[in-house]
């Protein structure tokens, strides 16, 4: 199952709408992790998925949601497992921007995901995110814990 995830981690929710509240039924979140010291803005559709400050969740990046690593035919099959059985709340997106800055200590990265206009950002040591490449389609995985 490593393989099939790409990046995983736990993130506490630092702030709500750091930039105004922009629309009804979507919050974006910053959030910080707590082994990787990665930082992230999150767009969750809230009305089906309320995000609060000080929630703590775990966040998976992973390529396909088949457990055998197969890709994702992009069709939902009834009765079959998949990793989405673990979580609350899954999205798909694509990759559309990856940058390095390589100003202070150590180099740091940027990806940036669209999940159909929702977006995230993910911003911290290079290493973590090396294996992403642009243009590639990421299902986002999340729960409360």
Do not use: W
């Not at 809230?46 to 995000?51: A, D, Q, W």
């Not at 990856?98 to 290493?127: Q, T, W």
């Amino acid at each position: 199952m490593s393989s099939i995830i790409l990046f995983e981690d736990i993130f506490v929710v630092d702030k709500l709408d750091p930039d105004g509240k922009k629309f009804d039924k979507v919050t974006r979140i910053e959030a910080r992790s707590q082994n990787c010291d990665m930082f992230m803005h999150l767009d969750v559709n809230t009305e089906i998925y309320p995000m609060h400050v000080g929630d703590k969740f775990t966040m998976a990046l992973a390529h396909t949601l088949n457990l055998d690593g197969t890709p994702d035919t992009g069709y939902y099959t009834p009765g079959r497992k998949s990793l989405a059985d673990k979580y609350e709340y899954v999205m798909h997106g694509k990759l559309y921007k990856i940058s390095d800055d390589a100003s202070g200590k150590g180099l740091k990265a940027e990806i940036y995901v669209s999940y159909g206009g929702l977006l995230m950002l993910l911003r911290g040591e290079a290493s973590h995110v090396s294996h992403f490449e642009l243009d590639q389609r990421l299902f986002l995985l999340m729960r409360k814990l």
